[in-house]
């Protein structure tokens, strides 16, 4: 049975950091690319950075980069999300995503909230 359980998120002060974890069981999470996408409310979901198998590669979104940082440990079967800098159009819920080939999983989602 695959699962993506995001934790992490919270409600934080503008200027302020979280991290988020996504936790992943089911399939051979060393096979695949992780990304973390969100979703604010009234918006489509968008990407916001994405790891390759093997880490090696890490792309961002432009309002992620130099504040975020996505990493993986896939001795944990887990995926990470630092957020710094957070400001309040940082709104929204926060999903994890793992591709390769034609699967495509999908968590359930964290809501991080970033207000004064």
């Known amino acids: 049975q695959v699962q993506l359980v995001e934790s992490g998120g919270g409600l934080v002060q503008p200027g302020g950091s979280l991290r988020l974890s996504c936790a992943a069981s089911?399939?051979?999470?060393?096979?695949?690319?992780m990304s973390w996408y969100r979703q604010a409310p009234e918006k489509g979901r968008e990407l916001v950075a994405y790891?390759?198998?093997?880490?090696?590669?890490?792309n961002y979104a432009n309002s992620s980069k130099g504040r975020f940082t996505i990493s993986r440990d896939n001795a944990k079967n887990t995926v990470y999300l630092q957020m710094n800098s957070l400001k309040p159009e940082d709104t929204a819920v926060y999903y994890c995503?793992?591709?390769?080939?034609?699967?495509?999983?999908w968590g359930q989602g964290t809501q991080v909230t970033v207000s004064a």
């Open positions: 790891i390759t198998s093997t880490g090696t590669i890490k």
């Open positions: 995503n793992a591709k390769w080939q034609i699967d495509d999983y």
């Open positions: 089911g399939f051979t999470f060393s096979n695949y690319i």
